[in-house]
C-alpha cells in the first residue's frame, strides 16, 4: 500500500493528501512531525532534505509534490485530473507554477510581517496581481481546466484558500469567489 508522509499543518501536504482523495487511492497515512522526526534516519532515507510530503509506493520513492502529482496522475490515471489538450495542460501547468512561484512565497511575509512593514505592502501586491492573473485564466470557465477538475484546482486551491484565512479580500475576484465555492472552499 501507498506510504504518505505527512503533517497536516503543510499546505504543500495537503496538496498530495487533496490529489490521493480524489483518485480514490488507497494509502496509509505517516506523520512526521515537525519537532524533530523529519531529521530522523528512518525518515532520511526516504527524503535527505528532510521534507514533507513524500510518498513510497511499492518500494518507490517520490518527493516534492509536483512530481508526487505527476506520479500519482501517471500511476493511477483515472479519474483523470490532467487534461489531454496541449493548451489546457500548458494552463493547468502554468498555474501549479504560478501557484508555487509567485504566490506561495508571499505567504510568509502575511503570516510573520505587521501591519506597516514595506515587505507585507510588496507582498499584497504580489498576490492582488497573481489573483488578478487567476481571475483572467479562469474568465467564464468552471475550473483551470475549462469544464475539469485539475491538478492546478489542487494546487491553486489550497494556496488562495490560505490567503483567505490570512486576511486577503477575495471579494473583487467573483468568479474567484465562485471558483472557491465550486471547490467548496470555506472563505473568511
Known amino acids: 500500500m501507498l506510504k504518505f508522509y505527512y ?23 505517516v506523520l512526521v512531525n515537525l519537532n ?3 531529521f530522523q534516519p528512518e525518515f532520511l532515507a526516504i527524503n535527505p532534505f528532510h521534507h514533507i510530503p513524500a510518498i ?7 518527493i516534492e509534490s509536483l512530481a508526487i502529482l505527476d506520479y500519482l496522475e501517471s500511476q493511477y490515471p483515472t479519474p ?11 494552463t493547468v501547468r502554468m498555474i501549479q507554477m504560478v501557484s508555487i512561484n509567485e504566490l ?3 505567504v510568509i511575509a502575511l503570516i510573520t510581517e505587521n501591519e506597516n512593514s514595506p515587505k507585507l505592502a510588496k507582498a499584497k501586491q504580489q498576490i492582488a496581481r497573481v489573483l ?4 483572467s485564466v479562469l474568465g467564464e470557465s ?19 484558500i490560505l490567503l483567505s484565512k490570512l486576511g486577503i479580500d477575495l471579494s473583487n475576484s467573483p468568479n474567484i469567489r ?11
Do not use: H, M
Not at 483523470?80 to 495542460?89: E, G
Not at 488578478?132 to 481571475?135: A, D, K, L, P, T
Not at 472557491?180 to 473568511?188: F, I, P, V
Open 7 to 29: 503533517n497536516p499543518i503543510s499546505p504543500i501536504a495537503r496538496r498530495v493528501w487533496i490529489a490521493l482523495l480524489e483518485k480514490n487511492i488507497p494509502f496509509e497515512s
Open 36 to 38: 524533530g522526526d523529519q
Open 56 to 62: 513510497v509506493d511499492e518500494g518507490f520513492r517520490v
Open 80 to 90: 483523470k485530473l490532467l487534461p489531454a489538450a496541449p493548451k489546457t495542460l500548458a
Open 104 to 106: 506561495a512565497p508571499q
Open 132 to 135: 488578478g492573473f487567476f481571475s
Open 142 to 160: 468552471s475550473y483551470f481546466g475549462g469544464d475539469q477538475f485539475t491538478l492546478a484546482d489542487i494546487v491553486a486551491g489550497n494556496s488562495v
Open 178 to 188: 465562485d471558483w472557491c465555492q465550486r471547490l467548496n472552499l470555506k472563505l473568511d
